[in-house]
T-cell receptor
Framework: DAKTTQPNSMESNEEEPVHLPCNHS???????IHWYRQLPSQGPEYVIH???SNVNNRMASLAIAEDRKSSTLILHRATLRDAAVYYC????????????FGKGTLLTVNP | EPEVTQTPSHQVTQMGQEVILRCVPI?????FYWYRQILGQKVEFLVS????????KSEIFDDQFSVERPDGSNFTLKIRSTKLEDSAMYFC???????????FGSGTRLTVV
């Protein structure tokens, strides 16, 4: 499994953009980059994923470096509900590949 | 939106007792998983299950653990003789054909005393 490095914690103010970085320098060429988040007392929740191109969905955007050794999850306007631990997880494209969670980044959103 | 349902939400058991944690995956999903999270630690993979058999398991998933899909809807994790160190949140997840993401349940908090 590719090793990932994320900041332990980050802080943001409500309504402001948040950029959550992740380094995954040992990622293999076929691994997708998945982001999950875990709200307090909840199970992990899918946020977004990508392979090479930047991706957008209703929750967030994912910017992937050209060499794929890092990526950034972008929350365009943080809300209090976005306070969670965010995990960046390189994962193979096969259907049965397990998710290997790191420690993630604890995002605090201030009102 | 379809959900993965786990019961009970909290279970307290005596050391040495057997426990069964229950999950109802999303109905058309085919791949099922158990993960656990000890308080303050990472989410750890335990086991994956497909086509009525285990497809992968971690070192944590020793002989004390077993999984079963007893009918078309439930997916269970059994711990035969619980230890204090089994105290954790246990998450069930499922994945469906054509989907890119897993859906996790809200977890069962297991406390072994």
């Amino acid at each position: 499994d590719a090793k990932t490095t994320q900041p332990n914690s980050m802080e943001s103010n409500e309504e402001e953009p948040v950029h959550l970085p992740c380094n995954h320098s040992t990622i293999s060429g076929t691994d997708y980059i998945h982001w999950y988040r875990q709200l307090p007392s909840q199970g992990p929740e899918y946020v977004i994923h990508g392979l090479t191109s930047n991706v957008n969905n209703r929750m967030a955007s994912l910017a992937i470096a050209e060499d794929r050794k890092s990526s950034t999850l972008i929350l365009h306007r943080a809300t209090l509900r976005d306070a969670a631990v965010y995990y960046c997880i390189p994962r193979g494209g096969g259907s049965n590949y397990k998710l290997t969670f790191g420690k993630g980044t604890l995002l605090t959103v201030n009102p | 939106e379809p959900e993965v349902t786990q019961t009970p939400s909290h279970q307290v058991t005596q050391m040495g007792q057997e426990v069964i944690l229950r999950c109802v995956p999303i109905s058309n999903h085919l791949y099922f998983y158990w993960y656990r999270q000890i308080l303050g630690q990472k989410v750890e993979f335990l086991v994956s299950f497909y086509n009525n058999e285990i497809s992968e398991k971690s070192e944590i998933f020793d002989d004390q653990f077993s999984v079963e899909r007893p009918d078309g809807s439930n997916f269970t994790l059994k711990i035969r003789s619980t230890k204090l160190e089994d105290s954790a949140m246990y998450f069930c997840a499922s994945w469906g054909q054509g989907k890119v993401d897993y859906t996790f349940g809200s977890g069962t908090r297991l406390t072994v005393v």
